[in-house]
């Protein structure tokens, strides 16, 4: 009802003073949206009587404000009203921990394995994803999905021993609007002197969202014995001869008799022995 009452009193002193000719539209928005509620840990809307508010300056000065901000976009859609669960706001802290610990040392010197140099096939793939991800969900208002999306490049691009300086420089474009204030840090630190903020958004190469590569595993007798980077479009002859190539799998078929091959192109090669 809180959300009926916002919208008629907009509505009624806009329409107000729009019969007096201060204003050129009849409707004061082109669309309204209305977020959820934040509710107290034991599922019940925030009150002080029921003692189960959260004041916003004391989570502020603990975990800072890009984790608040985050970690409220990430509860869920927007729409729904979701409880507070101090645990969660944790998570999200370490999560913009990682992301720091990407681009600058423990030293607060700029990472040694951010280099100007090109991204690897499955880096431009990742970044691209993230950058089309962010693009549509701010459109859409799903927020907490594109953070899931910065999750997947953080861990692709910790994993990595050379991190390009390009890929790091657009997904803290993306991440800006999220988590502005540790965003703007790192833009800094890589070299920038004008506001992240100010920056175009970057934008995605379709082409570069085709996996050339993808895993699959290897069972013998059912039972996971390895996985296998192969291409995308690799046939089941390729797939087989990958797989029994693999020194992994070679242990556990020495000596015995492959009676079956179950491959299933894109996913896995089964192989049964006795």
């Known amino acids: 009802e809180h959300a009926v009452l916002h919208l008629l009193y907009a509505r009624f002193w806009h329409k107000v003073i729009f019969d007096l ?26 009150s002080k009587s029921l003692g189960n ?17 985050l970690y409220e976009m990430f509860l869920g859609p927007l729409e729904a009203s979701k409880p507070w ?33 090109s991204c690897t096939p499955e880096q431009d793939r990742v970044l691209h994803a993230t950058i089309k991800k962010t693009s549509e969900d701010v459109d859409a208002l799903s927020f907490n999905t594109s953070i899931a999306q910065f999750m997947i490049f953080v861990n692709e691009f910790t994993s990595a021993e050379v991190r390009p300086r390009t890929a790091m ?16 840090e790192l833009w800094r630190r890589l070299g920038n002197t004008t506001s992240i903020h100010l920056s175009s958004f970057p934008s995605y190469d379709p082409e570069k969202l085709v996996e050339t590569e993808i895993e699959i595993v290897v069972q013998v007798n059912s039972k996971i014995r390895g996985k296998l980077r ?19 799998v070679q242990r556990h078929i020495d000596g015995k ?12 090669v089964n192989l049964i022995v006795s």
């Open 21 to 46: 000719g201060h204003v050129s539209t009849s409707e004061p928005v082109k669309r309204l949206f209305h977020q959820g509620l934040i509710l107290g840990e034991d599922g019940r809307k925030m």
């Open 53 to 69: 508010s959260i004041n916003p300056d004391t989570i502020v000065n603990e975990f800072g404000a890009d984790a608040l901000r």
């Open 257 to 268: 008799t492959i009676r079956k091959k179950v491959i299933v192109p894109g996913k896995l």
């Open 169 to 184: 420089l657009q997904f803290l474009q993306c991440l800006a609007p999220f988590a502005p204030h540790i965003s703007e």
């Open 230 to 248: 192969v291409p995308a479009d690799a046939d089941e002859v390729l797939l087989e001869q990958l797989a029994l190539a693999d020194e992994g």
């Open 85 to 117: 669960n101090t645990k969660g706001i944790e998570g999200i802290s370490r999560f913009l921990d990682r992301v720091w610990r990407l681009i600058v040392t423990e030293d607060g010197t700029l990472h040694s394995s951010v280099q100007d140099v």
